[in-house]
């Protein structure tokens, strides 16, 4: 014992005399902003190690996804020293290629877990491996257009549980005779408000041990429940991902709920509405109840096939393990992070000008820490379609109640998956 | 020349002739194509057969109790995304095709000038970018924003939710592909109709058959073949149908507009699932397979 403890503190100590004079090339696989944001903190790290050359390249997100793909199939070929990994796309490369990435635990990633809240590791680990470093996050957020809720009346303080929105949206309704709405959901193309509201309520398609399918508990029955009494109530528009850019372009959404990182959505995909924009949290399902969940996001991983994995961990420390580097990102694409240190940065502290000098940043990071962990397993293509369907049938009131509803989702998608249903 | 030269001068008793070894040089020069297609095209053939009984997602967590194909034959989206499929084929195929006959007829006629500008205005639909012209499809059908609906609402008429009710995504799907496919098909049955005889339609003339008649009693059988192939054409293109329900719809809402070609994608690439994939894939082929031969059975005959 005393042996193993002594040829690891030299270990650390070799590998922490090496990092100073690390050198040769990093190369990075990604996609678009955040490549750019990737690089942004290129600069910054080149201040700690001057020899190691970094290189960005941006392939866009499907090449990234299907190249990293076809390379783990062959053995890792042709893999750049960083890949970038969508979370909920991470674990199939985790289940079907376990020795395509490195563990990053030998590189010294437990050192490091505390910095980054618990849900951000749950889809990056396996089998006790930790394959990736948390990147960007997507802290759920109620976006929302200042100057129409005042119109309306309507205080968002005052909103604080899905009833109190439903109130909201009535008064939306009458003052704009229906023309403008609470928010755009996505139904029959997509489940990301299910996804979100399961979150908030504790529940998701699996358990976090991805052994059972969870999809009919109670917190997804609340959440399913939620999502008709808004439809019900006429206070939201269906809409997918382009149309509902175009609803709140056009002015017919009050609101959006997305993963924090739909503030570059709205900032750039409508400059004009600059200072009638701000954010308040998500509402709760019960008064009192949690106002946090989880939307998205994306992590970093070095390929096994790396010739430079000290260098290339070394950028992963830096750009995503260090409050400079997070911040960098977060000033130039809007990245949220996921590091805790990043959110006691004074930028962050900072009032934001689109949003009406809001310090939406302190708002939205401040709910990290409350979001449940969650997992989406090496099947969560499979549920997600199971889950869109039942919804879009459900809304459409082929089930009596949502408990019905998710119960026979469950049951197509343990059939899809093998995975039990939980009792 | 000589071939004849040798049968004349060969004598009547031949003495058993010796088995000469086929030469060898013909198969050199042909095995890089068999190695090539060997490799890259019976092979995964196979591979993805023998795929079709395996689960290619065992790994970490549990695995799927069942095969491939017997997850197939119970599987519900399956069912819906070949009961999608087969919609779309009994609808838009004949109406593509009655379309593209009267189209080509009506390319055919003497009486169109600039014949060869109307030829390209109808193919041209095929030259542009899928992607392109599905985004295209996506705003005109834009429930708030799109040209459809103002259209209708400037008419005085209701304006239709296009994309996001499983009715009028369909018939989206099934416009857009009339659209994009019926110049192409109208090209094929063109150079049939050059094909026919002018001699059939100056008997037909004399001996006083009206147009009308000339196009049910002439014109028909004689383009039966060229038909036949645009509807085996069309039936195998539908069966495999992919870029507008993936583009356009993207399969939905709900999974309403899913056809065979999105199931076997979102099975193979989203979820990683390549057995299951292998199993769709295979069954396709097999649809098409009968279809074809039914077509053939069915139209012909009789030629």
């Not at chain 1, 996804?65 to 979370?87: F, H, K, T």
């Not at chain 1, 052994?211 to 917190?219: D, E, F, I, K, L």
């Not at chain 2, 030269?5 to 003495?15: D, E, G, Y």
Request: aromatic share 12%; glycine share 8%; with cysteine.
């Amino acid at each position: 014992m005393k042996k193993a403890l002594l040829t690891l503190s030299a270990l650390l100590i070799s590998s922490a005399a090496a990092q100073t004079n690390l050198s040769g090339t990093v190369t990075i696989w990604s996609w678009d902003v955040a490549a750019k944001a990737l690089q942004s903190t290129v600069p910054g790290f080149n201040k700690k190690h001057p020899n190691v050359k970094v290189e960005v390249v941006d392939l866009g997100n499907q090449n990234v996804y299907d190249r990293g793909l076809a390379g783990c199939a062959a053995g890792g070929a042709d893999m750049p020293d960083v890949y970038s990994i969508e979370n909920g796309e991470a674990e199939v490369f985790w289940a079907r290629f376990p020795d395509c990435f490195v563990d990053l635990n030998t590189l010294g990633a437990n050192k490091i877990v505390n910095q980054f809240p618990a849900f951000k590791w749950t889809e990056l680990t396996a089998n006790g491996k930790r394959f990736a470093m948390p990147w960007d996050s997507g802290p759920v957020v109620m976006f929302y257009r200042r100057d129409l809720y005042q119109q309306a009346g309507i205080n968002p303080n005052d909103i604080k549980t899905w009833d109190d929105y439903i109130a909201a949206g009535k008064k939306m309704n009458a003052k704009f005779g229906g023309n403008v709405k609470m928010g755009t959901i996505a139904n029959g193309q997509d489940d990301e408000w299910f996804r979100m509201l399961a979150n908030q309520n504790g529940c998701f398609y699996f358990d976090n041990a991805a052994s059972q399918v969870t999809v009919a508990r109670p917190g997804c029955v609340t959440a399913l429940g939620t999502i008709k009494k808004l439809y019900d109530a006429k206070v939201v528009a269906t809409g997918d991902w382009g149309g509902q850019i175009t609803s709140f372009k056009a002015g017919k959404a009050a609101s959006a709920m997305f993963g924090a990182w739909y503030e570059g959505t709205i900032r750039t995909n409508a400059p004009d509405q600059k200072g009638k924009w701000g954010v308040y949290l998500m509402p709760a399902s019960r008064p009192g109840g949690p106002r946090a969940s989880n939307l998205g996001g994306s992590a970093l991983a070095i390929p096994s096939a790396s010739k430079n994995k000290e260098a290339a961990f070394a950028f992963l420390q830096h750009a995503l393990g260090s409050a400079d580097g997070q911040v960098t990102m977060l000033k130039s694409q809007g990245l949220v992070p996921s590091l805790l240190s990043a959110t006691r940065d004074p930028y962050v502290a900072q009032g934001q000008s689109y949003w009406a000098n809001q310090k939406v940043w302190q708002t939205i990071l401040g709910t990290l820490g409350d979001v449940p962990p969650s997992r989406g397993t090496q099947y969560f293509q499979d549920a997600r379609q199971v889950m869109v369907v039942v919804q879009a049938d459900y809304i459409k009131g082929k089930y009596k109640t949502a408990k019905e509803a998710l119960d026979d989702a469950a049951k197509k998608i343990s059939s899809a998956t093998g995975l039990p249903i939980a009792k | 020349m000589t071939t004849t030269a040798r049968s004349t001068t060969s004598p009547p008793v031949a003495t058993p002739p010796r088995r000469k070894r086929p030469p060898l040089a013909p198969y050199l020069f042909i095995l890089p194509y068999l190695l090539i297609f060997a490799t890259f095209w019976a092979w995964p053939i196979v591979s993805s057969f023998l795929m079709s009984f395996k689960d290619s997602r065992l790994g970490a967590a549990a695995p799927y109790g069942l095969s491939n194909w017997s997850r197939l034959v119970q599987d519900e989206f399956f069912r819906t995304a070949l009961r999608n499929t087969l919609v779309i084929l009994v609808i838009q195929v004949p109406l593509m095709l009655s379309l593209a006959t009267v189209l080509a007829v009506a390319l055919n006629s003497k009486l169109l000038k600039a014949a060869g500008l109307f030829r390209f205005a109808f193919f041209a639909p095929l030259v542009v970018g899928t992607v392109a012209y599905s985004a295209v499809f996506r705003l005109l059908f834009n429930t708030d924003f799109g040209i459809v609906n103002r259209a209708l609402t400037g008419l005085g008429l209701p304006a239709v939710d296009w994309l996001n009710q499983s009715g009028p995504a369909m018939s989206v799907l099934i416009l857009a592909m009339t659209w994009r496919w019926t110049g192409y098909n109208a090209i094929i049955l063109l150079a049939g109709l050059q094909g026919i005889s002018e001699d059939v339609y100056e008997a037909a003339a004399i001996d006083g058959a009206t147009p009308a008649q000339q196009f049910w009693k002439i014109t028909l059988p004689l383009l039966r073949p060229t038909l036949l192939f645009c509807l085996v054409l069309s039936v195998i293109g539908t069966l495999q149908l992919f870029t507008e329900p993936a583009l356009i719809t993207n399969s939905g809402p709900g999974n309403s507009t899913m056809t065979l070609g999105t199931y076997l994608y979102q099975q193979g690439f989203r979820s990683f699932n390549f057995g299951y994939a292998s199993a769709i894939a295979y069954t396709v082929a097999a649809i098409a397979a009968i279809f074809s031969v039914l077509q053939l059975r069915l139209f012909g005959r009789e030629q």
